[in-house]
């Protein structure tokens, strides 16, 4: 009996002692996993601290285009200042200045008494040869004179005409007329003014089209060869818009800063745009449907190469790019970069080539950025 119960008795001791170590292994089995839980969660913590913020752009192909933006004036279409062509005293004058005129209206008239005698007296010296001639013709088909003294004659009356016809058109000069339509702008004379030939009268501009002359430098010369319609802004009436098209771009330069004058033909129906103002001209020297650029501030320079970052499943990769021409803020990409790549836009100077980042936004345009 006594060796059943020691047996038994040694029996719950090893139970209990396998019992006793069963739970402290369990025990360290569950901290273990709460420790390499908790260690983790540290990793990530300290991973995701590590982490760059960046601000990518999806790139959208679109419109791109270079534009150069020019000084330029206003000039009429056609200035003209019409003088005087006989020498006499203004009996009358109707040149008003800011008047519009047609071809043929009157401007002054000059005395015409001294011409109107002149004509009247070659007037009738023409007739009295021509009918001397007409007398000489008959007597010489009865052959009573001889065929140069009719010769002599004929020449005497078509010089006799030719004076008249002189004088006729001396009278006629006598009333000055405009030659074209326009605005007179300044007025040479006044009633009463004694004129030699050659003096000025009066200015007339043609404004229905304008002028707009602008510099091309020499190095855009052959671009606006190419084109034919352009914007123009006039700051004088509150930076309004026209467009306007080629009229003539000059051969030669007019000094030396090389730069080749072209002329714009814009309309001026409403006589809005006056000889002088201040213009604005935009030329669009490239222009790309669908192009891809980038802001200017999103490439980077490494080692000497210019490039940009692009992101794909949250790492950094620096791609080389090919530049091409500036669109305000933005700069053309030739190659290096396609649709739909995710370029950084900020916090590039903060990360390198391989890095991992945490994109918080991602944008497709610049102006996405503000909101």
């Given at each position: 009996?006594?060796?059943?119960?020691?047996?038994?008795?040694?029996?719950?001791?090893?139970?209990?002692?396998?019992?006793?170590?069963?739970?402290?292994?369990?025990?360290?089995?569950?901290?273990?996993?709460?420790?390499?839980?908790?260690?983790?969660?540290?990793?990530?913590?300290?991973?995701?601290?590590?982490?760059?913020?960046?601000?990518?752009?999806?790139?959208?192909?679109?419109?791109?285009?270079?534009?150069?933006?020019?000084?330029?004036?206003?000039?009429?279409?056609?200035?003209?200042?019409?003088?005087?062509?006989?020498?006499?005293?203004?009996?009358?004058?109707?040149?008003?200045?800011?008047?519009?005129?047609?071809?043929?209206?009157?401007?002054?008239?000059i005395d015409q008494r001294d011409y109107e005698n002149r004509y009247n007296a070659a007037a009738a010296d023409y007739e009295t040869k021509l009918a001397t001639e007409k007398r000489l013709?008959?007597?010489?088909?009865?052959?009573?004179?001889?065929?140069?003294?009719?010769?002599?004659?004929?020449?005497?009356?078509?010089?006799?005409?030719?004076?008249?016809?002189?004088?006729?058109?001396?009278?006629?000069?006598?009333?000055?007329?405009?030659?074209?339509?326009?605005?007179?702008?300044?007025?040479?004379?006044?009633?009463?003014?004694?004129?030699?030939?050659?003096?000025?009268?009066?200015?007339?501009?043609?404004?229905?089209?304008?002028?707009?002359?602008?510099?091309?430098?020499?190095?855009?010369?052959?671009?606006?060869?190419?084109?034919?319609?352009?914007?123009?802004?006039?700051?004088?009436?509150?930076?309004?818009?026209?467009?306007?098209?080629?009229?003539?771009?000059?051969?030669?330069?007019?000094?030396?800063?090389?730069?080749?004058?072209?002329?714009?033909?814009?309309?001026?129906?409403?006589?809005?745009?006056?000889?002088?103002?201040?213009?604005?001209?935009?030329?669009?020297?490239?222009?790309?449907?669908?192009?891809?650029?980038?802001?200017?501030?999103?490439?980077?320079?490494?080692?000497?190469?210019?490039?940009?970052?692009?992101?794909?499943?949250?790492?950094?990769?620096?791609?080389?790019?090919?530049?091409?021409?500036?669109?305000?803020?933005?700069?053309?990409?030739?190659?290096?970069?396609?649709?739909?790549?995710?370029?950084?836009?900020?916090?590039?100077?903060?990360?390198?080539?391989?890095?991992?980042?945490?994109?918080?936004?991602?944008?497709?345009?610049?102006?996405?950025?503000?909101?």
């Amino acid at each position: 009996m006594k060796g059943k119960k020691e047996k038994r008795l040694s029996t719950s001791i090893i139970i209990i002692a396998v019992l006793l170590i069963l739970i402290a292994l369990l025990g360290y089995m569950v901290r273990s996993k709460a420790e390499r839980i908790k260690q983790q969660e540290l990793n990530s913590v300290k991973e995701e601290k590590t982490l760059i913020n960046v601000i990518t752009m999806e790139i959208i192909p679109g419109p791109v285009q270079e534009i150069i933006t020019l000084p330029g004036q206003a000039k009429p279409w056609k200035s003209l200042v019409v003088v005087t062509e006989v020498r006499g005293k203004i009996m009358n004058k109707k040149a008003i200045e800011g008047k519009s005129v047609r071809p043929g209206d009157t401007l002054a008239v000059i005395d015409q008494r001294d011409y109107e005698n002149r004509y009247n007296a070659a007037a009738a010296d023409y007739e009295t040869k021509l009918a001397t001639e007409k007398r000489l013709a008959a007597l010489k088909k009865k052959k009573y004179i001889t065929q140069s003294k009719l010769d002599n004659i004929t020449g005497m009356v078509k010089q006799a005409r030719a004076s008249m016809d002189n004088a006729k058109l001396n009278l006629s000069r006598c009333i000055i007329k405009s030659p074209m339509a326009g605005i007179i702008n300044k007025v040479f004379i006044e009633k009463g003014t004694f004129l030699d030939i050659g003096k000025p009268v009066a200015e007339i501009l043609s404004m229905d089209k304008i002028k707009i002359e602008v510099g091309i430098p020499e190095s855009d010369v052959n671009i606006v060869r190419k084109l034919n319609e352009f914007d123009i802004e006039i700051n004088a009436l509150n930076s309004r818009h026209f467009k306007g098209k080629k009229h003539y771009l000059y051969k030669t330069t007019n000094d030396l800063a090389r730069l080749y004058n072209l002329e714009i033909r814009v309309d001026n129906k409403d006589g809005m745009i006056l000889p002088g103002m201040f213009a604005r001209v935009k030329i669009t020297k490239h222009f790309i449907k669908n192009g891809i650029a980038v802001p200017m501030y999103a490439l980077v320079n490494k080692d000497g190469q210019d490039g940009v970052y692009i992101v794909s499943n949250g790492i950094a990769a620096f791609k080389r790019v090919e530049k091409g021409f500036l669109d305000k803020w933005r700069i053309q990409i030739r190659k290096g970069i396609n649709p739909s790549d995710r370029v950084v836009v900020a916090g590039q100077r903060l990360i390198s080539h391989g890095a991992k980042v945490k994109v918080v936004k991602n944008i497709k345009s610049m102006e996405e950025l503000s909101q």
